[in-house]
């Protein structure tokens, strides 16, 4: 079974606040993940004090991409920004109209893993 790498997004008015919306996406998802997943942060600029906008993990089983879509749905009910995802190298982008988030991202990755 080969990792299929996701990377989410997040824009803010400034890039204080997209950092802010990152680690609070990121706590999202590993509140709904199982034990061991891992969402690491990209910087979008190495001089900049914050972690960084992008969030990335690798989606090993349905259950991970799962704890995506619901940690994306919990921080879309809190926070009505967008958030740009790039699953299996086509970008979408998430706002709190889209329907059918978890088809939309698990069409969208790599069919490595079956759907329980």
Known sequence: MNPQRLKL??????AAEADRYAGELRQA???A?????????????TEAMQFGETLVLDVTAAVVAHAVVEGVKLFLHLRKVAIRIDAGGKPIVVDPATPDLEA???KNLAPTFERS
């Open 104 to 106: 939309i991202i698990t």
């Open 9 to 14: 997004s997040i824009a803010g008015k400034d």
């Open 29 to 31: 998802i590993l509140d």
């Open 33 to 45: 993940a199982p034990p061991g997943t891992t969402v690491s942060r990209l910087r979008g600029d």
